[in-house]
Structure formats: structure tokens, C-alpha cells
């Protein structure tokens, strides 16, 4: 039976809520329609953030992107949203959602909402050596 969209985000608790570590998702299929033309709008969404007690369920994030395909939306609006349904699933450290749409009229849109948790306060980034990618075989 196949899986239908969702609004509904689902959580799981975060194995080390002890340290700050970053979770990196690119989900390049996203789908909503212009509110103006009934279009379908094509972007692909960005997620960072650093989880507090609870990080999102990946299938149900895949449902939950599914559910905008037949909506209307103006780019800045949906991204918003995705964001603040995030954060209200997840109620993260920080999260950062970068939306990038295909061109629309010649234009090419970059929408960027960020969230941070009142109080936190990153860690002093530490900088190490960078390492030229490796082949998977030795020898």
C-alpha cells in the first residue's frame, strides 16, 4: 500500500542530546503550486539544525513535503511554514531551512529561515586540516 502525504511530523528522541552535532538533510523533490497561476514551483529544500531532545522522523518528513504538491503557495510563505512546523515538532537548538526554486519568469528565488533557541549559544567552531576525498579501494 503506498504512503499518502501527511501534515503530521513525527519525532524520535535524540540518542546524544549531550553534545551539539549537526544534522544535514537535502531533499531535492519538493513540489508546491504558484498561488497566482496554478503552476507547479519546484525547489529543493536545505535542512540544518542541531537537535535539542528530539529529531524528525525521515519518512514522516518525506510525507509532510509530499503534502504541499497540490497547494498553492508564494515561496517565502511555504518556507516559513515548513520551518515553523519543524520547529514546533522538533523544538530544535537551531534549525535552518534554505529553500532553492527552479527559475520562475527568468528568476531564480533562494528563500533562508533560520531558528535558534532562546538562551543557546553555539560552540566555538573548531577548525580542522581538509582531506582530499579517497577511493573506496586500497592499494
Not at 503552476?39 to 514522516?60: G, H, M, N
Not at 518528513?61 to 515538532?89: C, M, P, Q
Not at 530544535?92 to 533562494?110: D, E, Q, S
Request: hydrophobic content about 40%; some cysteine.
Amino acid at each position: 500500500m503506498p504512503s499518502r502525504p501527511a501534515k503530521t511530523l513525527e519525532t524520535f528522541a535524540n540518542p546524544a542530546a549531550h553534545r551539539d552535532y549537526q544534522i544535514h538533510m537535502e531533499i531535492p523533490e519538493f513540489t508546491c503550486l504558484c498561488p497566482k497561476t496554478g503552476q507547479p514551483d519546484f525547489a529543493v529544500l536545505t535542512l540544518d539544525y542541531i537537535p535539542d531532545r528530539l529529531c524528525v522522523e525521515l519518512k514522516s518528513l518525506k510525507l509532510y513535503v509530499w503534502s504541499f504538491r497540490e497547494e498553492g503557495h508564494f515561496h517565502e510563505d511555504v518556507t516559513n511554514r515548513i520551518l515553523d512546523d519543524l520547529v514546533k515538532a522538533t523544538k530544535p537548538r537551531f534549525m535552518r531551512l534554505t529553500a532553492r526554486f527552479y527559475v520562475r519568469g527568468g528568476i531564480f528565488t533562494n528563500v533562508v529561515a533560520e531558528h535558534r533557541k532562546k538562551g543557546w549559544k553555539p560552540a566555538p567552531r573548531v577548525e580542522l586540516a581538509e582531506f582530499a576525498a579517497q577511493s573506496n579501494v586500497r592499494g
